[in-house]
């Protein structure tokens, strides 16, 4: 049974039957590992945009990847949604009246990979 406590002016949670092991540590510090295990390659990445349909693809409209997929039909999904795109259009045009060439390369570069991204998974998946 869990009981709460106060102890110095706090209230604690006090369990008499839980013991802590006392050689248990944090997790290593390997969110970089964790996060390329998870992605293609970026070998795979530029394979997929070989494909000149799939490269025009990424750089057009169909090239957006949407914060929720297109099967979420709540308000507040589509709504995420349509900020999203309306945060990369405003964007691109600021990085275009700016003439800022770093920021809309790598506004470019997320979206094209983004969309290659979805591609091998799609593929993976079937």
Same mark, same amino acid.
């Given at each position: 049974?869990?009981?709460?406590?106060?102890?110095?002016?706090?209230? &604690?949670?006090?369990?008499?039957?839980?013991?802590?092991?006392?050689?248990?540590?944090? *997790? *290593?510090?390997?969110?970089?590992?964790? &996060? #390329? &295990?998870?992605? *293609?390659?970026?070998?795979?990445?530029?394979?997929?945009?070989?494909?000149?349909?799939?490269?025009?693809? $990424?750089?057009?409209?169909?090239?957006? %990847? *949407?914060?929720?997929?297109?099967?979420?039909?709540?308000?507040?999904?589509?709504?995420?949604?349509? %900020? $999203?795109?309306?945060?990369? &259009?405003?964007?691109?045009?600021? #990085?275009? #009246?700016?003439?800022?060439?770093? $920021?809309?390369?790598? %506004?470019?570069?997320?979206? %094209?990979?983004?969309? #290659?991204?979805?591609?091998?998974?799609?593929?993976?998946?079937?």
């Amino acid at each position: 049974m869990i009981k709460f406590i106060y102890k110095n002016g706090r209230l &604690e949670m006090f369990n008499s039957n839980w013991k802590d092991n006392p050689n248990r540590v944090n *997790p *290593p510090d390997d969110d970089d590992l964790f &996060e #390329a &295990e998870m992605q *293609p390659s970026h070998l795979k990445i530029v394979e997929t945009i070989q494909d000149p349909l799939i490269l025009w693809e $990424a750089l057009s409209y169909d090239g957006f %990847i *949407p914060p929720f997929s297109n099967d979420s039909r709540g308000f507040f999904e589509q709504r995420q949604n349509i %900020i $999203a795109q309306e945060h990369l &259009e405003s964007s691109l045009m600021q #990085a275009v #009246a700016d003439k800022d060439f770093k $920021a809309l390369g790598e %506004i470019m570069f997320d979206q %094209i990979c983004g969309y #290659a991204e979805s591609v091998i998974d799609f593929r993976e998946r079937r």
